[in-house]
């Protein structure tokens, strides 16, 4: 273990002992703990514009529900605009720390306030998952961390107040053992070019042995082996140059792209790598013919990786390429806060962190007003669906955050849950309601074996409407006739059997048997590339495994 790991295991050791016995006994009392999160963050911030307009100095719990309306981005976008112009006290009491961009799913990016009390009811949260990860994997502080992350800064409102990513953000923070501890520099994460930014934070990690990995979407992580790949010979040329050149700066030498041998930084740190670890690399690419994390990375303890909504589809094709490494689900967080702490591998499943934000939720069968009525956590049902509406210290008051969840059980007295998808994220010809969680299950059974680079699902508009498999293939693979056709059959079923409606729609013949489209190749790292040009943040980009229309999809071909 290096030293730095032996300070962050001390500092985790000593720092959350207290932390994690008061978290466990807050298990039994999420009504009492939900109350007192609520009346804390409404009591800060009695003096801003929103807290005036409301009335907060004397709202209860009940009253905050019943004369507060449930909003969304669009209801507070005036007073968005007010606070990115500089302006004070409109919607926090506290000041405006940076603006997180976020995608969302559809439309304009939205700029989620970021303040310091925001910030610490997220990183208690944190705090309790990092722990419970490294008591499952001691040795995930063995070694280096790689981090994929945005950068912190991408620009300044009209205000000045910073805008970027709440994770890039929260890596510059870290404490000075944890930033020691990465082996990327932050300069690599803040690199324009998609691919450079790629190539050079594996140049750096693929130096260092690393022990955890942690990428918020696990569709990268797929990305970045298959470069490593394709750039194997090209890195070591590289690896070696600064092994034997002592003043060897950090290049960006991709070959075939335009930008090659820029410096990155003057101040980024010099790309190293001990002998030691260069023969080893050189040996397994003289093996193998090519470079993998699994076989470069073999201590390797923990992938820290989104699980729940379509992530299972990408998940399912790290072990090709990233081994039998545990995975640990961050959690459902997300820009305007972190809402789960899951405490287990290979699951979605979290215990919802009823001590930070204020939560409340409605059941799924009814409609979204803006005075629905609404539960709150001590009162979710094993097996329920609910949408999340949220209250945070980041000036979010009652925010439909637009995510369904699902109640899979209980820790003590408060809920364990699962992120399924956005709501309202469906395809539907003939009322079926195709859901993308379903369709991500039934692409997860029927194309696990066929060498599938990614996948989405849409709509053929004929004389008999049918859904169209768009998939795309890997540059080492192939499909024959007979798996398309077992594709579409296998697809179809699988189907029916998850949504009772799409079965009876396919029997009386109002729908017609799916059909298959080979995507050009590239397809989704274009559309990835695309979106990071337009300003979305890499991290929060996930392949869209539904696209509502065949004109959406005809729009992101090359």
């Known amino acids: ?72 981005y669009h209801d507070i976008d005036k007073y968005i605009e007010k606070m990115k112009q500089g302006y004070q006290n409109i919607l926090t009491s506290e000041a405006v720390e940076m603006f997180a961009v976020t995608s969302g799913t559809t439309g304009s990016p939205k700029y989620i306030p970021i303040t310091r009390a925001m910030n610490l009811e997220q990183h ?21 961390i790689y981090t994929s992350t945005s950068p912190a800064i991408e620009g300044y409102t009209e205000g000045k107040i910073p805008f970027g ?97 820029k410096k990155i930084s003057e101040n980024t740190p010099r790309l190293k790598i001990k ?84 939560m409340e939720f409605l059941p799924i069968e009814e409609e979204l007003q803006a005075n629905s009525k609404t539960l709150l956590s001590h009162e979710l049902e094993i097996g329920g669906r609910y949408r999340m509406i949220i209250t945070t210290s980041g000036g979010l008051y009652r925010y439909d955050m637009a995510d369904i969840i699902e109640v899979t059980g209980f820790i003590q007295t408060t ?49 008999i409407p049918c859904y169209l498999i768009a998939i795309e293939i890997r540059e080492d693979g192939k499909i024959s006739e007979n798996d398309k056709e077992r594709l579409i059959n296998d697809f179809d079923n699988q189907l029916a059997k998850l949504n009772v409606e799409y079965a009876q729609k396919r029997k009386s013949g109002r729908l017609g048997l799916p059909i298959i489209e080979i995507l050009p190749s590239g397809f989704f790292d274009i559309y990835r590339k695309r979106l990071v040009k337009a300003g979305r943040p890499e991290g929060q980009i996930k392949p869209p495994h539904i696209m509502k229309s065949e004109e959406v999809l005809r729009r992101n071909y090359p």
């Not at 923990?302 to 992530?311: E, F, L, M, V, Y």
């Not at 959690?331 to 919802?352: H, N």
Request: hydrophobic share 35%.
């Open 1 to 72: 273990m290096s030293m730095y790991g032996k300070i962050l295991r001390l500092l985790m050791k000593t720092s959350v002992v207290g932390l994690k016995k008061n978290w466990r006994q807050s298990l039994r009392f999420p009504e009492i703990i939900q109350e007192q999160s609520l009346n804390k963050i409404l009591t800060a911030n009695t003096d801003c514009e929103y807290g005036r307009e409301y009335n907060f100095s004397k709202l209860s719990r009940d009253d905050f529900r019943k004369n507060l309306p449930i909003i969304n």
């Open 275 to 358: 002998k030691q670890r260069y023969s080893y690399l050189k040996k397994v690419f003289a093996e193998d013919g090519f470079l993998t994390p699994e076989r470069v990375w073999p201590e390797l303890a923990a992938i820290c990786t989104w699980h729940g909504g379509n992530a299972s589809f990408y998940l399912s094709k790290l072990a090709d390429s990233w081994g039998n490494t545990p995975t640990r689900c961050l959690g459902l967080r997300a820009s305007e806060g972190m809402f789960s702490i899951p405490i287990s591998d290979k699951t979605p499943e979290g215990v919802l962190a009823t001590w930070g934000h204020f």
């Open 415 to 463: 809920p364990v849950v699962v992120f399924l998808h956005k709501a309202g994220h469906t395809l539907s010809i003939t009322g079926e309601k195709v859901t993308e969680q379903q369709v991500t299950i039934t692409m997860d059974n029927v194309g696990a074996k066929l060498p599938l680079n990614g996948f989405t699902i849409t709509i053929r508009l004929t004389d």
């Open 124 to 144: 208690k949260s944190h705090r309790i998952w990092m722990a419970n990860l490294v008591k499952a994997h001691p040795s995930v502080t063995d070694g280096f």
């Open 165 to 261: 990513s709440a994770s890039g953000k929260s890596y510059q923070n870290q404490p000075i053992p944890v930033r020691r501890m990465h082996a990327v520099p932050y300069e690599v994460v803040c690199l324009e070019d998609y691919e450079q930014r790629h190539y050079c934070s594996l140049a750096f990690a693929l130096a260092k042995s690393l022990t955890c990995v942690t990428s918020v979407n696990p569709s990268t992580l797929a990305l970045l082996a298959s470069r490593m790949k394709k750039w194997s010979a090209h890195l070591l040329e590289d690896l070696e140059r600064s092994l034997t050149q002592p003043h060897f700066p950090t290049l960006i030498s991709i070959p075939n792209n335009q930008n090659a041998e």
